[in-house]
């Protein structure tokens, strides 16, 4: 695709349940981030994919978080037993390189009741 | 004292006048530098990128950094109401995270 492309773009769920999103990058970028964005706020690091090399987990606020990147491509964010200081805008971005731009996808509004 | 500090606004311009978002980072050795703009509801979306010293523009945009000074900025010539958004600093840590760390934004209103 032309962008970067995040599903589903809002979710709703009750405390205690786990929740996926995913994360489509752009075709041939190398470099995958998730990030969160609460309410008002700045954007919070989660999670940093390069290539083949380890991913940079040090921003995941929990070991309720956890991430994947299938084949270099797809990435899916798991979130366990949500809880409401989960709710937030999940951000995806992809780029060419460390030192490259980021391209934002349009974000999963997660709202957890 | 944070990674990337910017004010958080709003700052207030009128149309057509000169708009200087400013940002200061924390890590000497950075060297890729991004501002992006983010309206209301949505993503971030890419205006500009630096990695040297000195000034670089782009239509109405330019972009300044100061590596001794650690201190980068956005210049918006001519602004219009449809700038109005809030606009992201973001720095490439030399140390550390490798992905970019972002500054909580300046809001920026453009009065007509």
């Known amino acids: 695709g032309a962008g970067v492309s995040q599903s589903p773009s809002n979710k709703v769920t009750e405390k205690g349940k786990d929740v996926e999103l995913r994360c489509d990058p752009i075709?041939?970028?190398?470099?995958l981030y998730w990030y969160r964005q609460s309410l008002g706020q700045g954007l919070e690091f989660l999670i940093y994919?390069?290539?083949?090399?380890?991913?940079?987990k040090s921003g995941l606020p929990s070991d309720r978080f956890s991430a994947e990147r299938t084949g270099g491509s797809v990435s899916t964010l798991t979130i366990q037993r949500t809880q409401q200081e989960d709710s937030a805008v999940y951000l995806c971005?992809?780029?060419?390189?460390?030192?490259?731009?980021?391209?934002f996808g349009n974000g999963t509004r997660l709202t957890v009741t | 004292q944070k990674e990337v500090e910017q004010n958080s606004g709003p700052l207030s311009v009128p149309e057509g006048a000169i708009a200087s978002l400013n940002c200061t980072y924390s890590?000497?050795?950075?060297?890729?530098f991004f501002w992006y703009r983010q309206y209301s509801g949505k993503s971030p979306e890419l205006i500009m990128f630096?990695?040297?010293?000195g000034d670089k523009e782009d239509g109405r945009f330019t972009a300044q950094l100061n590596k001794a000074s650690q201190y980068v900025s956005l210049l918006i010539r001519d602004s219009q109401p449809s700038d109005s958004a809030t606009y992201l600093c973001?720095?490439?840590?030399?140390?550390?995270?490798?992905?970019?760390?972002f500054g909580s934004g300046t809001r920026l209103q453009v009065q007509p």
């Open positions: 971005a992809s780029s060419a390189g460390t030192s490259s731009p980021l391209h």
């Open positions: 075709s041939g970028h190398t470099a």
């Open positions: 994919f390069q290539g083949n090399s380890a991913p940079d």
């Open positions: 890590d000497r050795g950075s060297q890729s």
């Open positions: 630096i990695y040297s010293n």
């Open positions: 973001a720095v490439n840590m030399n140390t550390g995270r490798r992905a970019l760390t």
